[in-house]
C-alpha cells in the first residue's frame, strides 16, 4: 500500500476495504502536507516582512543621515566639510538602495507569497472540502441501502420498496459521482505538491537575482568604486592620524602622571627634592579645611573648596551649585599661619571684623594661600580708579553743590566710583561690543546692588553742608516701617518678591530689544564670571516711586521715581524675567545717561509689569487734577490726553509719536513731577 501513488478510479464503485485503507492515506498525506505548506507561508512572510523592513530601515537612514546638516554641532559648523558632503553622497546612494529593496519586496509578494497562498486556498481547502462531502454520501449510500432491505416481501409494501429503490440509485450515483472527483484530486495532489514547494522558491531566487543585478549595474560603476576608493583611504587616514594622536596622548599622560607624583604626597617625603611655595600667585583654588564653633564650643573642621574670584574669597560646598562670597580682599585683609595643638598647616584671614581659620593639606599650600590672599589684598589698594567722566559745571559754587547732591539723590543710582570699583571688582565685567549693536562698549556689569552703608560719607557731606537730602541707602527700619504703614494715604501700594541679576549702562531710554540684549548678556557675564547666589528683595510698588528694600533688616537698596522710569517688560520667554529703564541727568548741560536693571520675579514678572502700568496711570491722574488747577496750556492738555488713553486717539501710535508727546509735556512744564509722563506714556 505504501507504494502505491495512485488511486485506481475503477475501484471507485467498489468501495472495498483496500481502496478506503489507501484513501485514508492519501487524506493523512495531504493533511501533512497542508500543515507543513501552512508552516513554509509563515516563513516567506517573515522573509518579505524583513525585506520591506530592511526598505525602511534603509530609507530612515538615509534620512537620518540627511539631518546631520540640520544639527547646530559646535565643533563641526563648516556646511561644506568633507564629512557632510560624504554624508550627502551616502544618502543618495542609500536611497537608490532603499528603492532597489523595496522593488524586491514587491517581487518577492508576486513570485513567492501569491503561489502558497493560491495553493492553500484553493488546491488544499478545495480537496478537504471534497473529502467532506465523500463521507457524507458514502453515509448516505449505506443508510439507504440498508433501509431496502428492511422491505418485507408483502405485496401491501410494494410501494415502500419502490421508493426505498429509488433513493439507493440516487444515492449510489451521487456516491460514484463523488468518489470519482475526490480520488482524482487525491491523485493530483502527489504532482501539484512539487509546484507548490518549487514555485515559491524560485520566486524567492528570481527576486534576489534581479535585485543583485540592479545594484550591481548601478554600484559597479567607475564614479561608485572611485567615492568608495576615496572614503576608504579618508578613513585610513583618520584612523592613522587617531593612532598617532593615541600614542601622543599616552605619552603625555605619562609625562603628566611623572610630573605629578609629589602631588600624590599629603606631604613630601625626605628623599624626594624640596618644592618651595610660589609666593608670586593672584589666584587659588583647592580645598581646605574650615574650622567653625557651634554654641561656642563644639569645634568641627568640614573640607570646602575655596577659590578667588576678583576681590573676593569664594567658597561651594558639597551641597552647593554655586559660590558664595567668604570674605572681600581689600587692603583690610591679612592672612597669616597660626599654630593649633590639634592640627597642623593652620593659617587664619582677618579683616578686623571677621576672622576665617582655614587648615591646608601642608606646608606648601599653606604658605601659598597666604600669600596669594596677601597679593589680591594689596592689588585692591594699589589698582588705578575708574576715569571719572568730564562734567560741565557751572561756574558757580552753590551749581556745583546742587549737581555733587543730583548724583547722591535717591532717584538715580551712581556708577561706581574710584574706591568703589576697587572695593566691588568682583561685581564688574568688561563686556565686549554686543553683535546686535544695542549696547555700549566696555560698559562695566553691576551684580549686586549697593550695600546700605556705601554711600555713609555721602550722608555725612549732606549733613555738613546743610542740606538734608535723602539717602535711600541708610534707612533705619522705623522709617520704612512708618512708610509701609501710612499706605492708607497712597492710593497705590504693592509689593513683590525679587532677585537683582544686574544693570548695565544702555544707550536708549526704550526699547524690547534693548532690554532682551541687556538680559542676555547679564546672564551671560552672570555665567562666565560663575556669580550664581542672589539675595531677595523685596520690590515696592507706589504711585509715586519704586524701591528695592533688604527684606532682612529693612533698609532700603534702592529708589527710582516713576518719572525717571522711561520703559519696561518682561522677556517674552522666560516670564520671571523683568526688567526697567531708568533715566538720570547730573545738571543742565550735560546730556542723560539711561541705565538698565534686570530683575528675577519669584512668581510672574507680569504682574510687575500690570503694577507699575496702575502707579503710572494713578499718578498720571494726580497729575491732571494738579495741572488743571493751574490752567497748564491747551497745548499740553491734549499731548496729555493723548498719554492717558493712546488707544482710542492713535490706535497704531509708536513709540517715537509717543516720545514727541512726552517731549512736548516737558517743555511745558519743568517740574519734579511733570516726569510722570514720560513713563505713562509707554505703560
Given amino acids: 500500500m505504501p507504494g502505491l501513488e495512485k488511486i485506481h478510479l475503477e475501484d471507485a464503485w467498489e468501495d472495498n476495504p483496500q481502496t478506503r485503507s489507501l484513501v485514508a492515506l492519501f487524506e493523512q498525506d495531504g493533511r501533512t502536507l497542508k500543515k507543513y505548506i501552512e508552516s513554509l507561508y509563515d516563513h516567506c512572510e517573515q522573509v518579505l516582512n524583513a525585506q520591506r523592513e530592511l526598505a525602511d530601515a534603509t530609507n530612515n537612514l538615509s534620512r537620518h543621515l540627511r539631518i546631520y546638516e540640520d544639527q547646530s554641532f559646535p565643533l563641526d559648523t563648516d556646511p561644506d566639510s568633507v564629512l557632510r558632503s560624504t554624508l550627502r553622497q551616502i ?22 507569497m501569491f503561489p502558497l497562498s493560491r495553493f492553500i486556498d484553493a488546491d488544499l481547502t478545495e480537496i478537504f472540502t471534497m473529502g467532506e462531502m465523500f463521507h457524507a454520501s458514502c453515509n448516505e449510500l449505506k443508510q439507504a441501502v440498508g433501509k431496502f432491505c428492511k422491505v418485507p416481501q408483502r405485496r401491501d409494501n410494494e410501494k415502500q ?39 515559491p522558491l524560485l520566486g524567492y531566487l528570481h527576486s534576489l537575482k534581479s535585485h543583485f543585478a540592479v545594484g550591481y549595474e548601478a554600484l559597479n560603476t567607475p564614479e561608485v568604486e572611485s567615492f568608495l576608493s576615496n572614503i576608504s583611504t579618508s578613513v585610513q587616514g583618520v584612523q592613522a592620524e587617531l593612532g598617532q594622536e593615541t600614542q601622543k596622548t599616552v605619552e603625555l599622560i605619562e609625562s603628566i602622571e611623572k610630573q605629578s607624583q609629589h602631588l600624590y604626597y599629603a606631604e613630601l617625603p625626605v628623599d624626594l627634592p624640596y618644592i618651595p611655595p610660589n609666593t608670586g600667585l593672584s589666584q587659588k583654588s ?25 576681590g573676593y574669597l569664594m567658597s561651594i560646598s558639597k551641597d552647593e551649585v554655586a559660590g558664595s562670597s ?9 592672612a597669616q599661619a597660626l599654630e593649633q595643638e590639634d592640627r597642623r598647616n593652620v593659617f587664619q584671614i582677618s579683616n578686623g571684623k571677621k576672622v576665617v581659620i582655614l587648615q591646608a593639606i601642608n606646608e606648601r599650600e599653606r604658605d601659598e ?3 596669594t590672599i596677601n597679593n589680591i589684598a594689596k592689588e585692591s589698594h594699589s589698582c588705578q580708579e575708574y576715569p571719572k567722566p568730564v562734567k560741565q559745571l557751572s561756574k558757580d559754587r552753590n551749581s556745583q553743590k546742587s549737581v555733587e547732591k543730583s548724583e547722591r539723590s535717591s532717584n538715580y543710582t551712581p556708577s561706581p566710583t574710584s574706591s568703589e570699583a576697587g572695593e566691588k571688582s568682583s561685581f564688574y565685567s568688561s563686556q565686549p561690543s554686543s553683535p546686535m549693536g544695542h549696547l555700549l562698549p566696555d560698559i562695566p556689569i553691576q551684580f549686586d546692588m549697593f550695600s546700605p552703608s556705601d554711600n555713609t560719607r555721602d550722608e555725612q557731606e549732606n549733613s555738613k553742608d546743610g542740606t538734608s537730602v535723602s539717602n535711600p541707602y541708610d534707612q533705619s527700619p522705623t522709617s520704612v516701617t512708618t512708610e509701609g504703614s501710612t499706605n492708607s494715604t497712597n492710593t497705590f501700594w504693592e509689593v513683590f518678591a525679587v532677585r537683582f541679576l544686574g544693570s548695565m549702562q544702555v544707550p536708549n531710554d526704550r526699547g524690547e530689544n534693548l532690554i532682551f540684549e541687556t538680559m542676555r548678556q547679564i546672564m551671560t557675564a552672570r555665567a562666565i564670571h560663575g556669580v550664581f547666589k542672589m539675595s531677595e528683595s523685596h520690590m515696592v510698588i507706589s504711585n509715586s516711586c519704586l524701591k528695592i528694600v533688604d527684606p532682612s533688616h529693612q533698609a532700603i537698596k534702592a529708589t527710582f521715581s516713576l518719572e525717571d522710569i522711561s520703559f519696561w517688560t518682561g522677556h517674552k520667554d522666560n516670564n520671571r524675567l523683568i526688567g526697567f529703564i531708568t533715566r538720570s541727568k547730573s545738571d543742565c548741560e550735560s546730556p542723560p545717561t539711561f541705565h538698565c536693571y534686570i530683575f528675577e520675579a519669584h512668581l510672574n514678572a507680569q504682574e510687575i509689569c500690570n503694577a507699575l502700568s496702575t502707579a503710572a496711570n494713578i499718578a498720571l491722574k494726580k497729575l491732571l487734577e494738579n495741572k488743571n488747577k493751574e490752567n497748564i496750556p491747551e497745548a499740553s492738555m491734549e499731548n496729555l490726553s493723548i498719554a492717558d488713553n493712546p488707544s482710542e486717539e492713535q490706535p497704531t501710535k509708536t513709540l517715537e509719536h509717543k516720545q514727541e508727546s512726552q517731549s512736548n509735556v516737558i517743555a511745558t512744564e519743568d517740574s519734579p513731577s511733570a516726569g510722570n509722563e514720560n513713563k505713562v506714556v509707554e505703560a
Fill in 91 to 112: 544618502s543618495s546612494m542609500l536611497d537608490e538602495v532603499s528603492s532597489w529593496q523595496q522593488m524586491c519586496a514587491t517581487q518577492m509578494a508576486d513570485g513567492m
Fill in 161 to 199: 420498496r419502490q421508493d426505498t429503490r429509488d433513493d439507493v440509485y440516487t444515492t449510489s450515483k451521487k456516491f460514484h459521482k463523488m468518489a470519482l472527483h475526490y480520488y482524482a484530486s487525491l491523485n493530483a495532489l502527489q504532482y501539484k505538491r512539487k509546484i507548490a514547494l518549487i514555485e
Fill in 286 to 310: 583647592g580645598y581646605l579645611f574650615q574650622r567653625t564653633k557651634f554654641a561656642g564650643m563644639v569645634t568641627k573642621w568640614e573640607q570646602i573648596y575655596f577659590y578667588t574670584v576678583g
Fill in 326 to 334: 567668604v570674605m572681600e580682599l581689600d587692603i583690610k585683609v591679612a
Fill in 369 to 371: 594661600w597666604i600669600a
